[in-house]
């Protein structure tokens, strides 16, 4: 029991002086976003590793795509039973405790599953290390849920969602790369070794909710923006970038260059997050303007309840599972996500057999697709604050070029692997803003003291999505070829249109 009360929510202290509240909250702000950021980016490194090497590990262990196909799709029923069931426990637990924890038992699963050799272990360890990935992203979305107003939601969680890009593009290469020095089984060992040094990051850097220090709810502070510090750090990462990435080429061979890059930036991006979290202005409180009063005669919470946690029947019953909304944005999820995974757990497979891709060229079509999109969730989540909240019409615009990007795929005449790995980053480009939009949609559509819960029930339906490309996908391509596979894909983006046209007037109460 004692055990268990180490994850209970916070306790709230009593408010500090007004004054020392403005002195802490901005700083306290930005390292909650830093360090969900970078816990969440961590997440992806041992849970995406898998696809990479897939095919080395298949070949050495006798595995054929259906078995592989099997393996992802247990993974992904798994995430989808994890994220709804753990996020209803997320809603009701400290995220400083609860997010090390996933990541120190995903962390286990890679260890476990790079010593074994055996089929059905290798099925069980990666079905458990999907639901313990469901530990990720809703302890994630009740702090930033608690620490950021819905005025600035979609352009702080359009910046947040790029630690799925970063996450998904630096272990795109590390694991290749791991692979091609060490075998395949240090794919998983080095992620392994990476997520434990983060869990102890996040222990030290996490914390509950504002009442938890002693400071105010978000709501009783004028709207506040970190919009420049949060593009202040994106020129900074690229700046650098810029001038390194040059430096590489001249200087390393070919085949060691993602590995250059992705070790810089597994260094340069929390340090600029530190760097930036310590200017004075980024320290100071500067409010944008003063909140605006409303009074909506159909809103009975009051500001005391509005703080309150919620019974688990509240959280499942009332803000969830009877909210036809919420419903809405979960269908259409799953559809979005069979062609976001459709291309990340299949494209490098895709491109080595169809496209004659080494491992590399493999490893960094997975870099360019993921990285692709670390521009647009920041440019379309503000775009979506612009557009009154309405995320699901936001989102059908989005689904729109993917379609296109799919059409080019297969029409396109055989070779010309660079021109694929181009189409990869157009989808790329444009899928995870409505990854993000839909998650940011359970939030704007129920109580900040359930976002764990609606989020999770979205991103179950989503990792349905997932599951079930991945159990037709490997056989698909088995008997019919990669053409079909492209087919498949692309009646996916047309389904999620329509059902996102369901969604076009939506948009958050005030």
């Keep these: 029991m004692q055990l268990l009360a180490l994850f209970k929510p916070a306790a709230h202290k009593s408010l500090l002086p007004e004054a020392e509240q403005n002195s802490k909250f901005p700083a306290l702000r930005w390292q909650i976003l830093e360090a969900t950021f970078l816990g969440y980016t961590f997440y992806y490194f041992t849970r995406n590793n898998f ?107 359009g910046f947040w969602n790029i630690a799925h890009n970063m996450g998904g593009a630096l272990i795109g290469v590390i694991a290749a790369a791991s692979a091609a020095h060490w075998g395949w089984r240090s794919a998983f060992y080095v992620p392994g070794v990476i997520a434990v040094i983060s869990a102890a990051y996040l222990m030290y850097r996490l914390r509950d909710t504002p009442q938890s220090v002693g400071i105010r709810s978000i709501e009783e502070f004028p709207i506040l923006s970190n919009q420049k510090y949060l593009v202040l750090l994106i020129a900074s990462i690229l700046a650098i970038n810029g001038i390194a990435i040059p430096l590489c080429i001249a200087l390393l061979p070919p085949n060691d260059l993602p590995g250059a890059i992705s070790i810089l930036n597994l260094f340069l991006v929390p340090t600029a997050f530190w760097i930036i979290g310590r200017l004075r202005g980024n320290r100071a409180y500067a409010p944008v303007q003063e909140r605006v009063k409303i009074v909506n005669t159909n809103q009975t919470e009051s500001h005391s309840d509005r703080e309150q946690e919620l019974s688990f029947k509240k959280l499942l019953i009332d803000h969830v599972l009877t909210n036809r909304i919420i419903w809405t944005f979960a269908l259409a999820n799953f559809f979005v996500y069979i062609v976001r995974y459709s291309l990340v757990d299949w494209g490098p497979t895709y491109l080595k057999e169809a496209k004659q891709a080494s491992i590399q060229s493999g490893g960094i079509s997975t870099f360019v697709f993921e990285g692709a ?138």
């Design 373 to 510: 999109a670390i521009a647009s969730t920041l440019l379309i989540g503000w775009i979506s604050d612009k557009a009154e909240g309405r995320r699901g019409m936001v989102s059908l615009l989005c689904m729109i070029p993917i379609l296109a990007a799919m059409g080019g795929m297969i029409l396109m005449p055989p070779g010309y692997l660079w021109a694929h790995i181009t189409l990869f980053g157009v989808v790329g480009f444009f899928v995870y803003p409505p990854v993000m939009l839909l998650g940011v949609a359970g939030l704007d559509f129920t109580s900040k003291k359930a976002v764990g819960a609606a989020a999770g029930f979205i991103g179950f339906w989503g990792y349905l999505g997932k599951a079930f490309q991945s159990a037709i996908l490997g056989r698909l391509a088995e008997s019919n070829g990669w053409t079909a596979v492209l087919i498949f894909i692309a009646i996916a983006v047309v389904l999620s249109i329509a059902t996102l046209a369901l969604t076009w007037k939506l948009k958050p109460a005030e």
């Design 51 to 157: 696809q990479i090497i897939s095919k080395e590990a298949g070949l050495e262990l006798g595995y054929d795509k259906g078995d592989i196909g099997l393996i992802l799709m247990a993974t992904s029923l798994a995430y989808a039973v994890g994220k709804f069931v753990l996020g209803a426990l997320s809603d009701k637990s400290n995220p400083r405790m609860f997010m090390p924890a996933g990541l120190l038992l995903s962390a286990a699963c890679n260890f476990a599953f790079g010593a074994s050799s055996n089929f059905w272990v290798h099925v069980v360890l990666w079905t458990l290390n999907g639901f313990v990935q469901g530990a990720g992203w809703p302890p994630c979305g009740r702090s930033l849920g608690h620490w950021y107003s819905k005025e600035e939601r979609g352009t702080v969680f």
